[in-house]
């Protein structure tokens, strides 16, 4: 495989449920991240991993929890969402953390029911 | 001011037109600049980059940067029906925050009818 992969594609949960994103990149970058995409609303960014660390936590609720085993994987998990984060939750990779030229996963479309 | 900022549109144009794509930013020190095409239904992808004042060209498109006016544009030279999509823009910003952050815009809706 080639790029960044995402699982599932789609994903419909309820707000006691406990549920995983995983992220899988093939480019041999440095630099992993969450983005959360709604609609009419800019890409919001959520965590960024450099190398295996986080350096970047953008106030984002508890209820997500990022991580990060090695520079090829990262998960979102999620437990006790609200109706509000339903979204479109895409992963993107890049060489370095540098924010630039991001290559994005194909996305987990998010339903809180 | 929102921080980056683009018309929603949809911009319509016919095919073979030229389609012009425009982008404000508040930050006067960002130095780099990234436009981004989102199919329906599907992810953003990188189509350009720019860092300098002036144009740069790759293929039908063109990213303008006016880094005095804070504005950059993506031309699209021979609009075809596949370039419709959404095209965001994506600045990095350097001095709003402690560190550099990507900034996206909202995006423009582009239609190319034929």
């Known amino acids: 495989e080639t790029g960044v992969t995402q699982t599932p594609r789609h994903l419909v949960m309820g707000m006691t449920n406990k549920k995983s994103l995983k992220c899988e990149q093939h480019?041999?970058?440095?630099?992993m991240y969450w983005y959360k995409q709604s609609a009419k609303k800019p890409l919001e960014l959520m965590f960024v991993?450099?190398?295996?660390?986080?350096?970047e936590n953008n106030s984002v609720p508890s209820r997500f929890s990022p991580e990060c085993p090695n520079s090829s994987h990262l998960f979102l998990h999620l437990h006790t969402l609200q109706p509000e984060d339903s979204a479109l939750y895409l992963c993107?990779?890049?060489?370095?953390?540098?924010?630039?030229?991001?290559?994005f996963g194909s996305g987990t479309q998010l339903s809180v029911l | 001011q929102k921080e980056v900022e683009q018309n929603s549109g949809p911009l319509s144009v016919p095919e073979g037109a030229i389609a012009s794509l425009n982008c404000t930013y508040s930050?006067?020190?960002?130095?780099?600049f990234f436009w981004y095409r989102q199919y329906s239904g599907k992810s953003p992808e990188l189509i350009m980059s720019?860092?300098?004042?002036g144009d740069k060209e790759d293929g039908r498109f063109t990213a303008q940067l006016n880094k005095a006016s804070q504005y950059v544009s993506l031309l699209i030279r021979d609009s075809q029906p596949s370039d419709s999509a959404t095209y965001l823009c994506?600045?990095?910003?350097?001095?709003?925050?402690?560190?550099?952050?990507?900034?996206f815009g909202t995006g423009t809706r582009l239609q190319v009818f034929p």
């Open positions: 993107a990779s890049s060489p370095v953390a540098t924010n630039e030229k991001l290559f």
């Open positions: 720019i860092y300098s004042n």
């Open positions: 991993y450099s190398l295996e660390e986080r350096v």
């Open positions: 994506a600045v990095i910003f350097g001095l709003l925050y402690n560190t550099d952050k990507l900034i």
């Open positions: 480019l041999g970058h440095n630099a």
């Open positions: 930050d006067r020190g960002s130095q780099s």
